[in-house]
């Protein structure tokens, strides 16, 4: 590991281990083994130092959303990405903690591109049919929701201990944003033949010429 890279785990470490959230520089470079002239050689000062811990979590999240390939399915591709950074933000609790802080001002790019991803995804899911909203609300609901439940996880564990929360407040999200598969022919065959039967036994609520045209189109439509 670099030394860099060990200043960024050990500040992010101490901070998140802080009761006040406060850390010094001087107990960083002394857990990190460094002496603080080299700190404000790579980083400049606290506050860069800070900026860089956040982008580092940032840059570690999006390493895996990069390399992943996306699947015919982008519904299930929109479910594992959920988990996924459920999974990353209970690995890396100490940078989850830094990059969602809201004492932290990071940089304006840190989060846009993992926002830029879900977009992409949910517009796939737009495209396939699957989606009620426009895909940039879409992805402030996913987002908003998926870092709230994570850090709610990691900073009250206490309260929220069951290891199903995230899939049950995934689950109660997308169905607000998706919605179900369009019917198939195969699925649309048996309920048309089914309706086409009953209309033979029902009382008469449509003209003749309308139930021939409604009994020509079911017929079409059944096996």
Same mark, same amino acid.
């Given at each position: 590991?670099?030394?860099?890279?060990?200043?960024?785990?050990?500040?992010?470490?101490?901070?998140?281990?802080? #009761?006040?959230?406060?850390?010094?520089?001087?107990?960083?470079? *002394?857990?990190?083994?460094?002496?603080?002239?080299?700190?404000?050689? *790579?980083?400049?000062?606290?506050?860069?130092?800070?900026?860089?811990? /956040?982008?580092?979590?940032? %840059?570690?999240?999006?390493?895996?959303?990069?390399? &992943? /390939?996306?699947?015919?399915?982008?519904?299930?591709?929109?479910?594992?990405?959920?988990?996924?950074?459920?999974?990353?933000?209970?690995?890396?609790?100490?940078?989850?903690?830094?990059?969602?802080?809201?004492?932290?001002?990071?940089?304006?790019?840190?989060?846009?591109?993992?926002?830029?991803?879900?977009?992409?995804? @949910? %517009? &796939?899911?737009?495209?396939?049919?699957?989606?009620?909203?426009?895909?940039?609300?879409?992805?402030?609901? =996913?987002?908003?929701?998926?870092?709230? =439940?994570?850090?709610?996880?990691?900073?009250?564990?206490? *309260?929220?201990?069951?290891?199903? @929360?995230?899939?049950? /407040? &995934?689950?109660? /999200?997308?169905? &607000?944003?998706?919605?179900?598969?369009?019917?198939? #022919?195969?699925?649309?065959?048996?309920?048309?033949?089914?309706?086409?039967?009953? @209309?033979?036994?029902?009382?008469?609520?449509?003209?003749?010429?309308?139930?021939?045209?409604?009994?020509?189109?079911?017929?079409?439509?059944?096996?």
């Amino acid at each position: 590991m670099s030394t860099r890279a060990r200043i960024l785990e050990v500040t992010a470490e101490l901070l998140a281990n802080s #009761p006040t959230g406060e850390v010094s520089t001087r107990a960083i470079c *002394q857990a990190a083994g460094v002496g603080q002239p080299v700190l404000y050689r *790579q980083f400049g000062d606290k506050g860069g130092l800070l900026a860089a811990v /956040v982008d580092y979590g940032f %840059e570690q999240y999006l390493e895996s959303k990069r390399a &992943r /390939v996306p699947s015919e399915d982008p519904v299930r591709d929109l479910r594992e990405g959920w988990d996924a950074h459920t999974s990353f933000a209970l690995a890396h609790k100490s940078f989850y903690r830094l990059m969602y802080s809201t004492s932290t001002t990071a940089s304006p790019t840190a989060g846009a591109e993992a926002f830029r991803l879900l977009v992409a995804t @949910l %517009e &796939r899911c737009a495209a396939a049919g699957r989606l009620r909203v426009s895909p940039v609300v879409a992805a402030r609901m =996913v987002m908003s929701a998926n870092v709230g =439940v994570a850090l709610m996880m990691i900073t009250r564990p206490e *309260q929220f201990d069951d290891p199903g @929360l995230s899939h049950q /407040v &995934r689950d109660a /999200v997308h169905a &607000r944003i998706l919605s179900d598969p369009a019917p198939t #022919p195969s699925a649309v065959a048996p309920v048309a033949a089914h309706l086409n039967a009953l @209309l033979a036994d029902s009382p008469a609520a449509l003209s003749d010429a309308e139930t021939a045209l409604l009994r020509d189109w079911l017929t079409r439509l059944s096996p």
